[in-house]
């Protein structure tokens, strides 16, 4: 599986009559892309904002986060499965718009609670959050979505998904109309010395229900066994996010730009030998399912004929379980594993920081303790609206205006638990 | 010139010069500049400080007077102008090593820095982690040398204002705390390193470091219960009402034994549960829901069992340190096997 990644490079935005990217300025009508999202019956209106990093910005009530891509063969489409077949990806060649992001900001029609609830996730564009949140360090077009009255979540957040998918597939095609790549990858696991180790990368995700789910190739997955992908579909958008668990969560963004793909994909052929992906869902019913899982995860990895493995984590509370009980498969199996994991201990990290583990997690690592308090300063424009909601265990429904100074914690940040760990943000023992 | 670092030095009688087990009572003493392993204390610090004076007690008499003890300890320390507190190292002698992290707790909350060096197997290390700087050393004196030469490079960067870092990287042992802190590197960099190097057999650390918690094997099955001594355990927190000799509701540090020789029951409003981990109204009501001594008695009768032991034993199981257990559970089962006794009913909560 060979693709072609052109890159081309933001700069700058800025609104205009006509969608082009020149010279790093990418300029947008507001009318088309709006026109672009403005895609289903459940949405009565789209309006869109921009915000570039440095900007004394706050956004919020972000439900998703794409980075803008499209394929160039006609028979397959980015962010398959949506709006397009579920045809395989990550062959061919792929355009994006690198330093850019598409987000999605909205209030659901409906209120939400139990482990199907939205939590806030902030996105700061300057300050000291930009370390604790995804998408503060891209030009981000922010697509703003008002439910029609009378819809409910489920139809309107994939109204506003599909919209989102959309809008992206319209920016890259008007932008990019004749425009040259600043850059292009070509990737591929190409044959390497076959006495470097084969290391896999598994991918747990998290899946809850309506509101707190993954896609794969367009469709939930809530009844997926572990399976396994190429590194090349990532890249193309076969996962999406559906995950408003804003501060867990691994956006879209994410996805398409996998840290753990990234490094792995980078040491291919020089340290080791990237043989695939192992996608699986945490969060099972019960214990008997967590297990199972665990040892699909494994077998899985034996018959890839893997030696190691690195594990990132989407969630956490229940979801840990089946976690640890992969890392217990693998190692069992006499695969070397190495989890990554965010840690919560409490606001002095005077707690146990981990939910749940197995002795055989024998090498961690950490994207330090979640629970810690920093604060961030007022913003002079939140874009979003007014409010935003509270939704860590101590501040819990409290409700206050968005763009104010506030003391808070990696539970109000949007993706703010994989970006500690992707910004090397770690704890020690003291 | 004159060194820019003044250090206090702790020791008990022994190592202080004053004699062996019978000066265990020695009162608080003075000393003016290094004595016994200040001398070498001293020759560590080299240039950048000086031993000014030595606070010595007896190792009897702090456990025995801690508070007055503690008093006139600090008062001594703060007289002789120290800037840091250096005390032991304690090894494994166990009073000797409470005295050390007490002591340096103590002047630790008047605001100045201190630390003692001891083995990870001394009570001490469990009882003061969590305020001390405790650096470990071997279980015995033969490990005097580095344990000084390491206190005289952890005294240095204390009395300088120096960051402390991290617990593995500073050879402390951690204070229960967890920090964050920013590395280059990111966690996916990090991770496929740590594999690679797991990969290769080469050392590598955890960054989040998960106890072990070995496997507690079953004791085979008593094989003659009808001539068995049986004793009765809890971890019920059950103690004789008033507390007498206060058990700890959480994070207990000791086990207790009660008489229950000629008794055969054990009434409401005698006994009380001191277990801040459960709702104790129902154990309160009637004790033998946690110690069942009147059904044992019964079976004691009917010939079920041979004979009870003359003491039912009690800690708390809540929010424990998994080390204190661990010993706990032996000195108990040492304590059982000295009276003969083949088999035990432990009760929960």
Redesign the interface.
């Known amino acids: 599986m060979k693709l072609r990644l052109e890159s081309y490079e933001v700069n700058a935005i800025t609104f205009g009559v006509a969608t082009r990217l020149e010279s790093g300025v990418l300029t947008i009508s507001a009318e088309e892309i709006r026109r672009a999202a403005l895609f289903d019956n459940s949405v009565s209106d789209v309006r869109v904002e921009l915000a570039s990093p440095g900007d004394r910005t706050r956004i919020i009530h972000v439900l998703d986060a794409l980075e803008p891509r499209d394929k160039v063969e006609s028979d397959r489409a980015a962010f398959p499965g949506f709006l397009a077949p579920a045809r395989t990806v990550g062959e061919g060649t792929t355009r994006r718009l690198k330093g850019t992001a598409l987000l999605a900001s909205a209030q659901l029609p409906e209120p939400t609670g139990g482990i199907l609830e939205f939590n806030e996730g902030i996105i700061d564009m300057s300050g000291p959050g930009v ?1 604790y949140c995804a998408c503060s360090n891209t030009h981000n077009i922010v697509l703003l979505f008002t439910a029609r009255p009378g819809v409910n979540n489920q139809d309107f957040e994939s109204a506003v998904r599909l919209g989102s998918i959309q809008a992206s597939r319209y920016l890259v095609r008007a932008a990019l109309e004749g425009a040259e790549p600043s850059d292009v990858e070509v990737l591929e696991l190409g044959a390497v010395d076959s006495s470097l ?1 084969r ?1 896999a990368y598994v991918d747990q995700v998290q899946q809850q229900g309506i509101l707190v789910q993954t896609f794969l190739y367009g469709q939930s997955m809530e009844s997926l066994v572990p399976t396994l992908l190429h590194p090349n579909e990532y890249f193309d958008g076969a996962v999406v996010s559906g995950n408003y668990r804003s501060m867990i969560k691994a956006p879209t963004w994410l996805r398409l730009n996998n ?2 793909i ?3 994909y980078a ?1 291919h052929g020089k ?2 030998n990237f043989t695939g992906v192992i996608l699986c869902r945490g969060h099972h019913d019960d214990h008997q399912l967590k297990e199972r899982n665990g040892y699909m995860v494994a077998n899985l990895a034996r018959m890839l004929g893997v ?4 594990m990132t984590l989407e969630g956490t509370g229940n979801t840990w379980v089946d976690f640890m009980q992969a890392v217990k498969a693998l190692e069992q199996s006499g695969i ?3 989890p ?2 965010h ?1 919560l ?1 409490g606001a ?3 707690d146990w ?2 939910v749940d ?3 055989e ?9 979640a629970d ?1 308090r920093f604060t961030l300063p007022a913003m002079e424009r939140v874009i979003g609206g007014p409010d935003l909601v509270f939704s860590s265990n101590e501040a819990w429904g409290q409700r206050q205006p968005a763009g104010r100074s506030m003391t808070l914690t990696a539970h109000e940040m949007y993706a703010g638990f994989w970006m500690m ?10 | 010139m004159e060194k820019p670092i003044k250090i206090i030095h702790y020791l008990n009688q022994f190592f202080g010069g004053i004699g062996g087990e019978e000066k265990a009572d020695a009162p608080p003493a003075y000393r003016s500049g290094p004595v016994g392993p200040g001398v070498a204390l001293a020759r560590h610090l080299g240039d950048n400080g000086s031993i000014v004076g030595t606070v010595i007690c007896g190792d009897n008499y702090f456990i025995e007077h801690e508070k007055d003890a503690l008093a006139r300890l600090m008062e001594m320390a703060a007289d002789s102008g120290a800037d840091v507190l250096v005390a032991g190292p304690a090894f494994n002698s166990g009073r000797y090593g409470t005295a050390c992290g007490a002591l340096v707790q103590a002047w630790r909350s008047a605001g100045k820095p201190g630390l003692t060096a001891m083995n990870v197997n001394n009570p001490g290390v469990e009882l003061y982690r969590n305020d001390v700087y405790i650096l470990p050393t071997g279980d015995t004196v033969a490990s005097m040398n580095k344990a000084l030469a390491d206190l005289a490079n952890f005294a240095i960067k204390l009395a300088e204002g120096r960051e402390i870092g991290p617990a593995y990287d500073e050879g402390y042992f951690s204070t229960g705390l967890r920090r964050n802190l920013r590395l280059p590197q990111g966690a996916a960099e990090r991770a496929v390193d740590m594999l690679l190097a797991k990969l290769a057999g080469k050392p590598f650390q955890s960054e989040l470091p998960v106890p072990d918690f070995s496997n507690v094997d079953p004791a085979p099955p008593a094989t003659d219960l009808a001539n068995a001594k049986v004793a009765l355990v809890t971890e019920s927190g059950l103690v004789p009402f008033g507390n007498p000799d206060k058990l700890e509701t959480w994070n207990a540090s000791k086990w207790l034994k009660y008489p229950i020789a000629g008794l055969d029951a054990l009434r409401q409003g005698q006994y009380e549960a001191w277990h801040g981990g459960c709702d104790t109204a129902g154990t309160n009501a009637d004790p033998h829901r946690a110690v069942p001594l009147d059904a044992a008695r019964a079976l004691v009768k009917a010939g079920v069992i041979g004979s009870l032991c003359d003491h039912y034993y009690v800690t708390t199981g809540n929010m424990a340190n998994i080390k204190v257990m661990e010993r706990i559970g032996r000195e108990m089962a040492e304590d059982m096997k000295s009276q003969g006794v083949e088999a035990v009913i432990l009760t929960a909560t």
């Open positions: 370390d180790p290391v840290p753990v990234r490094e792995l040491r340290d080791l030696q190691g493995v690195v070397k594993t190495v990554i994991v840690e201990g002095e990290g005077k920081p981990i583990y197995v002795p997690a024998d090498a961690i690592i950490t994207g330090g303790g810690r760990q992707v910004n090397g943000i770690t704890a020690r023992d003291y």
